[in-house]
């Protein structure tokens, strides 16, 4: 006998989260481990100018215009509402397009990193010319399989079956992590450590692709159901959801950019680990993926009350977990910090408190994101939060210019504090809760 639909909700909501809770715990001890591995066998100035170079191949995320993850929503409605042909349709119109797009804008970024002095701005001396073309092209090829695994997995979702791509998706970090330890531990320098990163997608990659064959046989790679329809149906979403993976890379990598420039690799070096520990608070976001998917699926099936309270439900759930998470990890980083560097970095107790309120502010405002982007009514919120963050970074350039690192958490607090403020309020027009309903909760 087969269990009751809110059942089967509950049981794969509490699946989904378990699958979410081992991966945030994976990444979490590969972060813990990374530090202390590249600054025992690489050192300081090595260690820093490879957060550089993963910073700027990390822009690469944004050359799928915004589709995949607008595709990943739309396929999740379209199944939800009983439409396995919209969703077919637009799997592979999405597919077709995500690669197009980023094929040509890695081309283009390749050519950059050739042609313009990057090394001499962002102050790169250790790894020469040829290994930084050879790195950037490897874990720019890995974000275009990273970006077609996006389109492959939303059927899995969309089928409910987004435990399994959760943990499908730590598979792949584990490997990436493997290969890389392997590599440095041998004596390999960054550009092994990026042909590991990209092998371990690509077998990633594969696996993916027999799990969607069995668990979502309507889906296939294909140009018989290209639409240049949906294609103008999605634009606009798809052009806003790109705001969103460059607000991140403007506010993450973005970041460590103009601490290379402004105060040089071994800056990067110090800020990256305080700023690793308090993003683990965001660490204890195990039901925002989970959550968005049901969210998905209830807008498609009309179940507008389950909408709303499972909207309440994140921001309450995320908010205050966040909250704990964060006084845990600033009295725990006294006694961590030394240990997990070595010594080889001094901590610094004002820049992990200022990213700490920063990363409960960054939860806040991705919690009361996720009703918003579940059903592609992120358009205004996208703009907003793009113009934040790149009137930033100039301030951020000042600040670190005269203030140093503390300026530039200070910087990021700002932008935190206005994103969280701009998203409660846009997520209340979404959901039609009342504020009052928000804070009596």
């Known amino acids: 006998m087969s269990q009751p639909k809110g059942k089967r909700k509950k049981s794969r909501l509490f699946r989904g989260v378990a699958a979410d809770t081992l991966s945030q715990i994976v990444q979490v001890g590969i972060q813990l481990a990374m ?3 590249l600054l025992t066998y690489w050192g300081v100035d090595l260690y820093g100018e490879w957060l550089i170079v993963s910073a700027l191949a990390s822009y690469l995320v944004v050359s799928d215009f915004g589709f995949a993850h607008v595709t990943a929503r739309q396929i999740i409605m379209d199944v939800a509402s009983g439409d396995e042909e919209k969703a077919l349709s637009t799997s592979q119109t999405s597919s077709v ?8 804008i890695a081309t283009i970024f390749f050519l950059a990193v050739w042609l313009m002095p990057v090394r001499d701005v962002l102050n790169i001396d250790v790894i020469g010319k040829t290994d930084l073309l050879l790195i950037a092209g490897l874990l720019g090829a890995k974000i275009i ?11 899995l979702q969309a089928m409910g079956r987004y435990p ?21 531990v041998s004596g390999g320098g960054p550009v092994l450590a990026a042909t590991g990163i990209l092998v371990a997608n690509v077998v990633g990659f594969l696996v993916l692709l027999g799990l969607v064959d069995h668990f979502a046989p309507w889906f296939r790679y294909g140009l018989s159901r290209f639409s240049p329809k949906i294609i103008t149906e999605l634009a606009k979403p ?3 959801a790109l705001a969103f993976p460059v607000s991140q890379a403007l506010n993450q990598q973005g970041t460590r950019l103009v601490i290379a420039a402004v105060l040089g690799p071994a800056a990067v070096a110090l800020f990256a680990p305080h700023r ?4 683990f608070v965001s660490r204890t976001n195990v039901f925002g993926r989970s959550l968005e998917v049901e969210l998905g699926a209830a807008y498609g099936n009309d179940d507008m009350p389950a909408f709303r309270r499972r909207s309440l439900q994140a921001l309450q759930i995320l908010t205050w977990v966040a909250i704990a998470a964060a006084i845990v990890t600033g009295f725990a980083a006294w006694l961590v910090f030394p240990i997990w560097t070595g010594g080889k970095l001094e901590f610094e107790p004002t820049l992990l408190l200022i990213l700490l309120l920063v990363t409960v502010g960054d939860t806040m405002w991705r919690a009361a994101f996720l009703p918003v982007s579940a059903v592609n009514r992120h358009i ?6 793009l113009a934040l963050n790149a009137l930033a970074l100039p301030a951020i350039y000042l600040f670190a210019s005269y203030v140093g690192l503390v300026g530039v958490a200070s910087g990021l607090a700002m932008v935190s504090l206005v994103m969280t403020g701009y998203s409660i309020a846009n997520a209340l027009q979404v959901t039609h809760l009342s504020m009052r309903e928000v804070i009596g909760s």
């Open 276 to 279: 690793q520990l308090a993003g």
């Open 35 to 37: 530090v202390p591995l």
């Open 380 to 385: 205004t919120l996208a703009k907003i939060i």
């Open 97 to 104: 397009l995500v690669g197009v797009i980023s094929g040509a």
């Open 238 to 240: 798809a052009i806003a």
């Open 145 to 155: 399989v990273c970006l077609q695994g996006g389109v492959a997995g939303a059927a």
């Open 164 to 184: 399994l791509f959760y943990l499908w998706s730590t598979g792949v970090v584990l490997g990436e992590f493997l290969l890389l330890v392997i590599a440095v």
